[in-house]
């Protein structure tokens, strides 16, 4: 492995990190993540510092490395501080509530809508018009709210639905008479 990463990633104190072929674990005070790695990108560690690096200049293997770093970086984050991503709901009667780890959205529809929380993801709604989605794996956090928002997305025209908080929804205007 010849080119290495502009970007060194520091590891703070408290987290553990275990790179095997193919295969980089993080532990941390939060919880465990893992993540496969190719064989044509290298990972070392040395001096509280893990250092990507890739075999050649070529496209692909620019872009693995790139994404690896990324990776890793994000695992390394959401082991010591973790994820949220913060949901909004807008229009009359719209709210969710919290049963146990399952949130319940009344949208509107003739039922309300039941989504349950995966493994390392938390749910929280500290006001019936606003939802907190929180884990470790930035992926998984970014994936459930956007399922979330997938059950009554923003529409254009009142705005009516369920949008990120801080989120612009281009309005458009009604027919006129």
Do not use: C, W
Request: aromatic letters at 4%; glycine letters at 12%.
């Amino acid at each position: 492995m010849s080119r290495i990463g502009k970007q060194p990633i520091s590891v703070p104190d408290g987290v553990e990190i275990t790179i095997e072929p193919e295969l980089v674990k993080v532990k941390g005070p939060k919880g465990e993540l893992e993540e496969r790695v190719s064989r044509q990108i290298g990972v070392e560690q040395d001096n509280g510092e893990i250092r990507v690096s890739r075999s050649t200049d070529r496209g692909e293997h620019r872009a693995l490395h790139g994404l690896t770093r990324s990776l890793i970086a994000n695992m390394v984050e959401g082991v010591t501080n973790g994820y949220e991503k913060r949901l909004e709901i807008q229009g009359v009667g719209y709210r969710a509530q919290l049963q146990g780890n399952k949130l319940v959205l009344a949208l509107g529809y003739s039922h309300p809508v039941e989504v349950d929380a995966p493994a390392g993801i938390d749910f929280e709604v500290p006001q019936p018009t606003r939802v907190v989605v929180r884990g470790i794996s930035k992926q998984a956090v970014g994936e459930v709210a956007a399922i979330i928002r997938k059950q009554r997305p923003p529409e254009p025209y009142k705005g009516k639905g369920i949008r990120y908080e801080g989120e612009h929804v281009a309005r458009k205007v009604g027919k006129r008479a």
